[in-house]
């Protein structure tokens, strides 16, 4: 390998718009760069640049380093490994800092509340309380009838989760409650769990007739101890994975994914509160196309719909949506937003029990709310085992939702939201809420965005917000018995805008990345048609097999010269790049693991233009042939290489599947080395490609980790590329990827590290000094020894190339 001692110092000297000229400390600089890129690209030297110029430029004079040459002038630090004794007495070792900050990070209440400013602060938490109460309230109404659980029930959902995250909860704003998307996944449960034809009664009309009814009372008991038990177990996997310090599996939710979802997910919505708005009959459908079913229902009994629901929530919708657009479109001049929520329930109830709309026209109402607490009761523990997957994904949604939402204030607002916290704060309140007949909470955009913009600081406006709750829980709760149940459903449907609002999104990601788009495509119509617990696994399932892909089958290029610089890039994207005489460089941009060396070895055979194998196999085919002719006498063999005899008739040129020749006498000869010239005409028919090049260098900038078998795969390559005469080179490496082909054993006799550079540049410098002051033997030649008696075939290199591709392919099944 090139000597140490042999480097050359050159330097690059950036001009304005990146004009560079390449120095080498000796009066050969023309000479030297055309013998590398070629006499039209020979570079001149160049002075200095101007002083007033040297912030657009920058000089750098250095030796050339390989990998030994910088481990010669770099020492590198060693890393002393740890003991498991020292690392449990680091963990284990307690000083009143390390508790306190522990005790902080469990409750973040003790970090912010002694710091909070009460004359500052307090005024905009009342307001945005109050303001964020009146709306929990009503929220609560109205996704409890997505729960499929008594309307009553969604006001202890909006009271109890607020309690624990106010004291360990790291968001100031986020306003904890129940999320329309849980909230339908949990009815989606509920609905499989305990159906209306599970609680059938028969009731005797007459002797001559004989009616079937609802048990309604034994129904929603039953249904609300499974919602308090799904909410429970969702909030036990969330306490389990905060503890496990696992809240980076949030990442996998990428925001195509959660918007395709959520989208999906408020087609949901709006399908099962659409039959409570025309109140019409449906079955209750579970699982693949049961919103498709739905939908058919819907339009089958549109005739049964009830004019008096329809109007209130027709005109209920119109009004919310058209005073939230005039919320935000005048949220500069308007300090608290108009919440019509509010006004438009209170005017629904007052006119529902002026005009009796119960008896007159049959209208669905509320009809009755609890008031008071009912006493906290244990979660049905026997269910477990039916709805664990499905408290996973609630959970999971439900987590991610809020850290989002919680993440965008924060960084709004300058303040850290800590992900593992969260989890642990989400899953005690869920737990505590779900022992008081509770559905699961996690929060809603629209409830946290009121809290926010009316002037809310911290969870201290979450806590006046509980108050309202409670207020209504206690004394208010029966005022609101006459309220229709259209009137909830529309303000749930009148909130669905935003998510809605997401199909604008998709022209977008199209022109911004069709991955993407696709992810968000493919996880909406999966949720649609699946169900939203299929198909949140499928969006997921597809995101990570996109994932996959892209690094199984990267993007892998061609680099060359940007002319006068150190600059290398793609040859297909840019013009005017020079590729340095006889040297290829060749970009793989992923990992090299199991699941990409083919693609790896399929597009390098595509770059460099031959398959190396299938070179060097030609080539012992037609050596074959040479030594059996020159045996014969038909051919004549010099130092100067192989030459017809042109007293016999040429049999050199015969048809290349022509099977073997039979073993001839011995033709006692004279040894003589010759040379074969592979890239020029040869006197038999034996097609060899040609190999144009005599340096490969492989850019592993973009290689993050190499696997068992890309250590195999890679050292084959190199050895297929190195016995047809090609110089391997690797160059801008990362260390540990060394370190991994160091542990694999990819170092040996003829593989050292000198053949590993710094950078691409630094690869390109080496090859054409080594070219240019160094006596070298052009590496396209090959020589071979003719002595008597070597009638023997050579060696044919299938079988060797065989049987390490099956040894590769034994470990291929491997989890590296």
Known sequence: MWSRRANRQYSVNYMDQRDTA?????????????????????????????????????????????????????????????????????????????????????????????KYKLKQWLPGDIISGLSTGLIATLQGLAFALLAEVPVGFGLYSAFFPILPYFFLGTSKHLAVGPFPITSLMIGSLILSLAPDEKFLISSNMTEFSNETLVDIAARDAERVVIASSVTVLAGIIQLALGVAQVGFIVRYLSVPLVGGFTTAAAFHVFVSQLKIVLSVPTQSYIGVLSVIYTLIDIFRNIRQTNIADFIAGLLTFVVCVVVKEINVRFKDKIKVPIPIEVIVTIIATGISYGANLKEKYNAGIINNIPTGFLPPTAPDVSLFSQMGASAFSIAIVGYAVAVSVAKVFGTKHDYAIDGNQEF?????????????????????????????????????????????????????????????????????????????????D???????????????IVTWIASILLGLDLGLLAGVCFELLTVVLRAQFPVS?????VPNTDIYKNMKRYKNLIEPNGVKIFRFSSPLFFGSVDYFKERLNSVVGFNPVRVFNKRTKALKKIQSLIKKGQLRATREGVVIDGSVANEGFEDDEEAEEEPQPDVPTKEVEIHVDWNSELPIKVLVPKVTIHSLIFDFGAVSFIDIVGVRIFKMVVKQFSRIGVNV????????????????????????????????HDAVVHIHTRAMYKDIQDPIFEKISLMQETKEPLEDVEDDVEELEDQNQGHAGFGY
């Open 557 to 561: 290029t061609a680099l060359g010269n």
């Open 506 to 520: 998709v022209p977008v990601l199209w022109r911004q990345n069709r991955v993407d788009c696709l992810i968000w």
């Open 424 to 504: 642990i704060a989400l899953g005690i309140s869920n737990i505590f809420a779900g022992c008081f007949a509770s559905f699961l909470a996690g929060t809603a955009l629209s409830r946290t965005a009121v809290q926010e913009s009316t002037g809310g600081k911290t969870q201290v406006a979450g806590l006046l917000t509980a108050v309202i709750v409670m207020i209504a829980i206690l004394i208010v709760g029966k005022l609101l018995e006459p309220l229709q149940k259209a009137v909830l459903a529309a303000i749930v449907i009148a909130n669905l805008k935003g998510m809605f609002w997401q199909f604008f």
């Open 729 to 760: 080179y690797v160059a801008a490496y990362e260390d540990h990827v060394v370190k991994k082909l160091e542990k694999c054993g990819f170092f040996d006799e003829t593989l050292k590290k000198d053949m590993f550079y710094l950078t691409v």
């Open 22 to 114: 390449l120095h080498y400390g000796d009066s050969t600089d023309s000479q030297v760069t055309s013998h590398l890129f070629g006499e039209r690209d020979s570079l001149g030297s160049t002075d200095m640049p101007a002083t007033e110029n040297l912030t657009d430029n920058y000089f750098v004079a250095r030796s050339v380093y390989s990998e030994n040459s910088f481990l010669e002038e770099n020492e590198r630090k060693e890393k002393v490994p740890k003991t498991l004794r020292d690392r449990l007495a680091k963990r284990c070792s307690c000083t009143t800092k390390r508790a306190l900050g522990i005790t902080k990070s469990l409750l973040p209440v003790l970090d912010w509340l002694p």
